[in-house]
C-alpha cells in the first residue's frame, strides 16, 4: 500500500511542481499557492524552489516597499515569509489604522482580511504593538461572526478551528488534516492539488502508523510495566511528541530515538516522583554519574537495578549505532543531557522530601534543566545528518538564549496545566506554588504572571527563527514545533494530555489512524 501511495505521489509531485514554478508570474498568486503547499503539509516536497521562491519574494517587496495591498495579501505577505524566517516589519499594518490609533472600520467586513490578520498576528516579536491590539481586535470580529453572519459550514469550521489554534501555533500534522477537509469544499480548490495533499498525507500517515506500530511492540516486548509497574505507559504520547517535531518522512530515525528517550524519562520520572525513597534515589543518583555497568551492585532493590540496566543498555546502543553512522558525538551528548536531567530530578526529589519550597528564580533554575528539551534536541539530532554536526552539538551545549527560553517554556506550561494533579500526588511544589509563597498572591494572579512571562518566551522564540541566520532552518522548525507542541500537550483548558492520555486521543486517531478519502 505504501508504494502504490508513492508511486501516485510521485506522478502528480511533477505537475504540482509546475503549477508553483507558474506562479512566480504574480507575486499574490505565487506566496498563495506556497501558503497553500504549506497548510496542506507537501511543501517538504519542494524546500529548494519554495525557498528561491521566497527569497525572492522578500527582495521585491522590502526593496520596492510593495506592501500597497489590501488586508488580506498583506496579512499574507507578512505571515508566510515571517513564519520563514524572513522578518518583514509590522509597520505593513499601520496604513490599516486611522489617525487615532484604532484600527478602520472599513475593515470590519473584511472576514477574510480579518482572519489573515488575526493569523499574522501569531507571529509578533516584542515591542510589535500593533499587533498585540490586532490580535484582540480581529479576535472580537471572528467571535462576533460566528454568531451573527450566516457562514457556510465549512467556513464556520475553519474560523472555530483557526480561533481555537492558529496555523502558526498549531502540530503540523494536525492542521494539515484540518486544512484538507477544508480546502475540498472551497469554490476554487484544485483537483490535482487536493488528490495529490491527500495521497501524501495517506502515505506519510502509513510510514508514521508502521513507526508506532515498531516502538509499541519495543515497549511490549521490554517488560517495563511488568517489572515498573508503577510507570505510565506512555509510548503513543512519545512518539505524538516526536511526530510533533519531525513529522517529515525522512526524519524516521530522529522520532526513533526521541521516543525511545521520552520513554526512559517517563520510567525515571515516575520513579523519583512515585516510588522510590529519597535513600534509594540517593544511590540511583550516584551509579547515574558514572553510567557503568559496574555501578549496578551499589543499587539498593531489583526495579532499580532493572531500570539501570535498561538505561545502560539504551546509552551502549545509541553508542554502537551512532559509531557506525560516523557521529559517536550524538551519543555522548544524549548520555550527558539525560545524566543532567537526572540531577535536576534529584533536586526535585529532595525539595519534596523535606517539603520545601524554592524560591521561584531557584526552582525555575532547576526546572529548565528538568523539562528535557536539550535531551530531547541531542535526540532529534541524530537522525538530521545533513544540518546537526558537531558544531550544532558544541550550539546545544554552549546553551543559547533560544533553548533557554524554550526550557522555560515546557517547564512553567507543564506546571501550570498539571500542578494540581502533581500536588494531590505529593510532588515538590511547582512554579504556581513558589510565586504564590514567594510574592504572597493568590493562585490565579501568579497562574496569570507566569502565563505573561511564558507569552513573552514565545514572542522571543519567534524572534530568534527571524534572526538567527547561522542556525539550520530545519533546526529552528523544531523550536517552533516545540512551542506548537506545548500548545497542544499542555493546553490550558485541558490541564496535561501526557499525564491524562484522553485527552490526546483525537489527535492520535486523526493523524495515525483514519485516512482521509
Same mark, same amino acid.
Given at each position: 500500500?505504501?508504494?502504490?501511495?508513492?508511486?501516485?505521489?510521485?506522478?502528480?509531485?511533477?505537475?504540482?511542481?509546475? =503549477?508553483?514554478?507558474?506562479?512566480?508570474?504574480?507575486?499574490?498568486?505565487?506566496?498563495?499557492?506556497?501558503?497553500?503547499?504549506?497548510?496542506?503539509?507537501?511543501?517538504?516536497?519542494?524546500?529548494?524552489?519554495?525557498? =528561491?521562491?521566497?527569497?525572492?519574494?522578500?527582495?521585491?517587496?522590502?526593496? !520596492?516597499?510593495?506592501?500597497?495591498?489590501? /488586508?488580506?495579501?498583506?496579512?499574507?505577505?507578512?505571515?508566510?515569509?515571517?513564519?520563514?524566517?524572513?522578518?518583514?516589519?509590522?509597520? @505593513?499594518?499601520? #496604513?490599516?489604522?486611522?489617525?487615532?490609533?484604532?484600527?478602520?472600520?472599513?475593515? @470590519?467586513?473584511?472576514?477574510?482580511?480579518?482572519?489573515?490578520?488575526?493569523?499574522?498576528?501569531?507571529?509578533?516579536?516584542?515591542?510589535?504593538?500593533?499587533?498585540?491590539?490586532?490580535?484582540?481586535?480581529?479576535?472580537?470580529?471572528?467571535?462576533?461572526?460566528?454568531?451573527?453572519?450566516?457562514?457556510?459550514?465549512?467556513?464556520?469550521?475553519?474560523?472555530?478551528?483557526?480561533?481555537?489554534? *492558529?496555523? %502558526?501555533?498549531?502540530? *503540523?500534522? $494536525?492542521?494539515?488534516?484540518?486544512?484538507?477537509?477544508?480546502?475540498?469544499?472551497?469554490?476554487?480548490?484544485?483537483?490535482?492539488?487536493?488528490?495529490?495533499?491527500?495521497?501524501?498525507?495517506?502515505?506519510? !500517515?502509513?510510514?508514521?502508523? !508502521?513507526? /508506532?506500530?515498531?516502538?509499541? #511492540?519495543?515497549?511490549?516486548?521490554?517488560?517495563?510495566?511488568?517489572?515498573?509497574?508503577?510507570? #505510565?505507559?506512555?509510548?503513543?504520547?512519545?512518539?505524538?511528541?516526536? +511526530?510533533?517535531?519531525?513529522?517529515? *518522512?525522512?526524519?524516521?530515525?530522529?522520532?526513533?530515538?526521541?521516543?525511545?528517550?521520552?520513554?526512559?524519562?517517563?520510567?525515571?520520572?515516575?520513579?523519583?516522583?512515585?516510588?522510590?525513597?529519597?535513600?534509594?534515589?540517593?544511590?540511583?543518583?550516584?551509579?547515574?554519574?558514572?553510567?557503568?555497568?559496574?555501578?549496578?551492585?551499589?543499587?539498593?532493590?531489583?526495579?532499580?537495578?532493572?531500570?539501570?540496566?535498561?538505561?545502560?543498555?539504551?546509552? +551502549?546502543?545509541?553508542?554502537?549505532?551512532?559509531?557506525?553512522?560516523?557521529?559517536?558525538?550524538?551519543?555522548?551528548?544524549?548520555?550527558?543531557?539525560?545524566?543532567?536531567?537526572?540531577?535536576?530530578? %534529584?533536586?526535585?526529589?529532595?525539595?519534596?522530601?523535606?517539603?520545601?519550597?524554592? *524560591?521561584?528564580?531557584?526552582?525555575?533554575?532547576?526546572?529548565?534543566?528538568?523539562?528535557?528539551?536539550? /535531551? @530531547?534536541?541531542?535526540?532529534?539530532?541524530?537522525? =538530521?545528518?545533513?544540518?546537526?554536526?558537531?558544531?550544532?552539538?558544541?550550539?546545544?551545549?554552549?546553551?543559547?538564549?533560544?533553548?533557554?527560553?524554550?526550557?522555560?517554556?515546557?517547564?512553567? /506550561?507543564?506546571?501550570?496545566?498539571?500542578?494540581?494533579?502533581?500536588?494531590?500526588?505529593?510532588?515538590?511544589?511547582?512554579?504556581?506554588?513558589?510565586?504564590?509563597?514567594?510574592?504572597?498572591?493568590?493562585?490565579?494572579?501568579?497562574?496569570?504572571? &507566569?502565563?505573561?512571562?511564558?507569552?513573552?518566551?514565545?514572542?522571543?522564540? +519567534?524572534?530568534?527563527? =527571524?534572526?538567527?541566520?547561522?542556525?539550520?532552518? %530545519?533546526?529552528?522548525?523544531?523550536?517552533?514545533?516545540?512551542?506548537?507542541?506545548?500548545?497542544?500537550?499542555?493546553?490550558?483548558?485541558?490541564?496535561?494530555?501526557?499525564?491524562?492520555?484522553?485527552?490526546?486521543?483525537?489527535?492520535?486517531?486523526?493523524?495515525? &489512524?483514519?485516512? $482521509?478519502?
Amino acid at each position: 500500500e505504501f508504494q502504490f501511495y508513492t508511486c501516485q505521489v510521485q506522478q502528480l509531485k511533477k505537475e504540482v511542481e509546475r =503549477m508553483l514554478i507558474d506562479s512566480r508570474k504574480d507575486v499574490v498568486k505565487n506566496i498563495e499557492f506556497i501558503d497553500l503547499l504549506c497548510r496542506l503539509g507537501v511543501s517538504y516536497h519542494f524546500e529548494n524552489e519554495i525557498e =528561491m521562491q521566497l527569497k525572492n519574494i522578500f527582495y521585491a517587496v522590502t526593496h !520596492q516597499n510593495d506592501y500597497d495591498h489590501d /488586508l488580506y495579501t498583506t496579512s499574507l505577505l507578512f505571515r508566510v515569509l515571517r513564519q520563514h524566517g524572513y522578518k518583514v516589519p509590522c509597520s @505593513v499594518f499601520h #496604513r490599516f489604522k486611522e489617525v487615532n490609533g484604532e484600527f478602520k472600520r472599513s475593515i @470590519v467586513n473584511d472576514l477574510k482580511g480579518i482572519l489573515g490578520l488575526y493569523e499574522a498576528s501569531h507571529l509578533s516579536v516584542h515591542e510589535e504593538d500593533i499587533l498585540d491590539e490586532a490580535l484582540v481586535f480581529t479576535r472580537e470580529i471572528l467571535e462576533k461572526s460566528l454568531v451573527s453572519m450566516q457562514l457556510s459550514p465549512h467556513i464556520e469550521k475553519h474560523i472555530k478551528n483557526t480561533l481555537i489554534r *492558529p496555523f %502558526h501555533k498549531g502540530l *503540523p500534522r $494536525i492542521k494539515t488534516r484540518q486544512y484538507i477537509s477544508f480546502y475540498e469544499k472551497e469554490e476554487s480548490v484544485d483537483g490535482t492539488l487536493l488528490e495529490f495533499a491527500k495521497l501524501d498525507f495517506n502515505r506519510v !500517515q502509513l510510514l508514521h502508523k !508502521q513507526e /508506532l506500530s515498531i516502538l509499541s #511492540r519495543w515497549w511490549r516486548d521490554s517488560n517495563f510495566t511488568e517489572q515498573l509497574p508503577y510507570v #505510565r505507559d506512555r509510548i503513543v504520547e512519545a512518539y505524538f511528541w516526536a +511526530n510533533a517535531l519531525l513529522s517529515e *518522512p525522512q526524519y524516521e530515525f530522529s522520532r526513533f530515538m526521541i521516543s525511545k528517550y521520552l520513554a526512559m524519562v517517563t520510567l525515571v520520572d515516575d520513579t523519583y516522583d512515585s516510588y522510590a525513597t529519597f535513600e534509594e534515589l540517593k544511590h540511583f543518583t550516584e551509579a547515574m554519574e558514572r553510567c557503568d555497568i559496574d555501578a549496578i551492585d551499589q543499587l539498593p532493590a531489583g526495579y532499580m537495578k532493572f531500570l539501570y540496566k535498561v538505561l545502560v543498555n539504551i546509552f +551502549n546502543e545509541t553508542a554502537c549505532e551512532m559509531t557506525k553512522r560516523g557521529r559517536p558525538y550524538s551519543a555522548d551528548s544524549i548520555k550527558e543531557e539525560f545524566k543532567n536531567l537526572v540531577q535536576s530530578y %534529584h533536586i526535585e526529589a529532595e525539595w519534596s522530601c523535606n517539603q520545601h519550597v524554592p *524560591p521561584f528564580e531557584e526552582y525555575i533554575r532547576n526546572g529548565k534543566s528538568s523539562s528535557g528539551i536539550t /535531551l @530531547v534536541l541531542a535526540s532529534a539530532f541524530t537522525g =538530521m545528518e545533513n544540518v546537526a554536526g558537531i558544531k550544532e552539538y558544541e550550539w546545544l551545549r554552549s546553551n543559547p538564549e533560544i533553548i533557554e527560553a524554550t526550557k522555560f517554556l515546557a517547564c512553567v /506550561l507543564n506546571d501550570i496545566s498539571g500542578h494540581q494533579d502533581e500536588q494531590k500526588r505529593g510532588d515538590c511544589a511547582s512554579s504556581v506554588e513558589c510565586y504564590m509563597k514567594e510574592y504572597n498572591v493568590s493562585k490565579e494572579q501568579a497562574t496569570e504572571v &507566569i502565563r505573561e512571562m511564558s507569552a513573552s518566551a514565545v514572542k522571543y522564540i +519567534n524572534s530568534m527563527c =527571524m534572526t538567527s541566520s547561522a542556525i539550520p532552518r %530545519h533546526i529552528l522548525k523544531i523550536f517552533a514545533n516545540i512551542v506548537r507542541g506545548c500548545d497542544v500537550v499542555y493546553d490550558r483548558g485541558n490541564g496535561d494530555a501526557f499525564t491524562n492520555p484522553t485527552k490526546l486521543k483525537d489527535h492520535v486517531i486523526s493523524i495515525f &489512524i483514519e485516512k $482521509i478519502y
